[in-house]
T-cell receptor, first 112, second 115 residues
Framework: DTTVKQNPRYKLARVGKPVNLICSQT?????MYWYQKKPNQAPKLLLF???????READTFEKFQSSRPNNSFCSLYIGSAGLEYSAMYLC???????????FGPGTRLTVL | AQKVTQTQTSISVVEKTTVTMDCVYE???????LFWYKQTASGEIVFLIR??????ENATVGHYSLNFQKPKSSIGLIITATQIEDSAVYFC????????????FGTGTKLQVVP
């Protein structure tokens, strides 16, 4: 089973409010990624965990937080949502030594 | 730094014909992986096919194949006998084998297959 799950599938948030997105996989993959995808743009890497080590992109360092309490679970946290955060958020995972990434169905976040 | 470029923003083809989507990349590494993904109407991204840079033979999976031209840093996706359900956005991606821990994506090519 190469399933990556994301919850919720759709999220409506108010400007200035926090948002917490959840991703899970039961494949024992040691690397988990979060991407932001806006229309007509490439998926943009926000951060990733290799095992328990969090790596965040420099330009999104302060905007997104994450936690990974166990190998299967990874969250993406936005402390104060802005209109520019409206996007599809995609979680992916990859096993050690694996080539391709397996994506979840995404969470479509709309900030009003 | 690695970079992936897809210059075709959209393509329209007639069903049952063959289509090629272009992708060029930049990397300083001698060994890397190239990928093509498909984004469905629901937004889900699905892995299609991969080319390892150290392999000369072009990868083929079902009706997907790749045209890997290493000297040109080019990895084209070829879909033969296209079907209506192939209509989607296709992304090219690359990950460097030694230094890369994540994939860099292109901006995507929207394919429309019409009857």
């Amino acid at each position: 089973d190469t399933t990556v799950k994301q919850n919720p599938r759709y999220k409506l948030a108010r400007v200035g409010k926090p948002v917490n997105l959840i991703c899970s996989q039961t494949m024992n993959h040691d690397t988990m990624y979060w991407y932001q995808k806006k229309p007509n743009q490439a998926p943009k890497l926000l951060l990733f965990y290799y095992d328990k080590i969090l790596n965040r992109e420099a330009d999104t360092f302060e905007k997104f937080q994450s936690s990974r309490p166990n190998n299967s679970f990874c969250s993406l946290y936005i402390g104060s949502a802005g209109l520019e955060y409206s996007a599809m958020y995609l979680c992916a995972s990859r096993p050690t030594g694996g080539r391709e990434q397996y994506f979840g169905p995404g969470t479509r976040l709309t900030v009003l | 730094a690695q970079k992936v470029t897809q210059t075709q923003t959209s393509i329209s083809v007639v069903e049952k014909t063959t289509v090629t989507m272009d992708c060029v990349y930049e990397t300083r590494d001698s060994s890397y992986f190239l990928f093509w993904y498909k984004q469905t109407a629901s937004g889900e991204i699905v892995f299609l096919i991969r080319q390892d840079s150290y392999k000369k033979e072009n990868a083929t999976v079902g009706h997907y194949s790749l045209n890997f031209q290493k000297p040109k840093s080019s990895i084209g996706l070829i879909i033969t006998a296209t079907q209506i359900e192939d209509s989607a956005v296709y992304f090219c991606a690359m990950r460097e084998r030694v230094s890369g821990t994540y994939q860099r994506f292109g901006t995507g090519t929207k394919l429309q297959v019409v009857p």
